[in-house]
């Protein structure tokens, strides 16, 4: 149990089955797709335009950094080869 006065007392706490995740959410499946797109990074870039324009929509950034072991989102390599899930696997894998 987390106490009231905790720094983690606010934070949601998910639930997988027998596993729990506070405060944080768990990671997503990123197994390779027949379907999966690559794009090649270059000068301009941003994680959110790059999701906009793959996802169809900015907010989805978060999944450009998981399918890509990206920690630091400002900060993308020139150059770098990004791997993205199709717009129907995001749908049906992860906000169906």
């Not at 949601?12 to 990074?41: K, M, N, S």
Request: proline share 4%.
């Amino acid at each position: 149990m987390i106490g009231a006065d905790s720094r983690y007392a606010t934070c949601v706490l998910y639930v997988d089955g027998d596993q729990e995740f506070i405060g944080t959410r768990q990671r997503i499946d990123t197994t390779p797709q027949p379907d999966d797109v690559f794009h090649a990074v270059v000068k301009g870039d941003r994680i959110d335009l790059i999701a906009y324009r793959y996802l169809g929509r900015a907010e989805l950034w978060w999944i450009v950094c998981d399918y890509n072991d990206i920690f630091f989102p400002l900060d993308l390599e020139l150059g770098r080869m990004l791997r993205l899930p199709s717009e129907e696997q995001v749908e049906m894998r992860i906000l169906g």
